[in-house]
């Protein structure tokens, strides 16, 4: 929501005030925009932890795929090693060792990489679950902030009950973010 529109519909609220049998509708318009600007830092924050998250899965995936590579280089010049004949086999032998404890040693940490770059996919996915929990928050305490104020125009209280059923959808929606598992 812009800010004119919310000095707008703040002025409509003041002004509809001053008729005791508004006053209700008038407060519940407070209580709604600051919800909706609640729910808009938290889904904000929410989609820059999704991002930052991202990030550091890409990380975790370029990092893995450096082991990787160097793992099937190492590979490479084992078997390289296998076909061509040294002069010194003492020196033959520990170079083979060498690369074999390396390519074990890779191995081992390239599952670590890729359970440490999955988990934090998922972690990703979580963060963007919630965003879109609070992004459907934002949309229903806008909607419902709104259709009360139609309240002011008309007089009719339908609108102020409509508005409240949208408003509190929003809240469920927003509250439901923090029991995603």
Known sequence: MEAHEEQELQEHAEHGAHEPTLRPVAFTMSVLAVLVAVTTVLGHRTHTEAVLDQNKATDLWNFYQAHKIRANDTELTEDLLGVISLD??????????????????????????????????????????????????????????????????????????????????????????????
């Open 88 to 181: 010194n086999k003492d020196d033959a032998a520990k170079l083979a060792k060498s690369y074999a404890d390396h390519e074990k040693k890779w191995t081992d940490e390239l599952k670590d990489e890729q359970d440490q770059a999955e988990a934090m996919e998922k972690k990703v996915e979580h963060a963007e679950a919630r965003a879109d929990r609070f992004d459907l928050a934002e949309a229903m305490l806008e909607i419902g902030l709104v259709i009360t104020s139609v309240t002011l125009l008309t007089k009719s209280r339908i609108y102020w009950y409509l508005g409240l059923v949208f408003a509190a959808a929003g809240v469920v929606s927003a509250v439901s973010a923090y029991f995603l598992k």
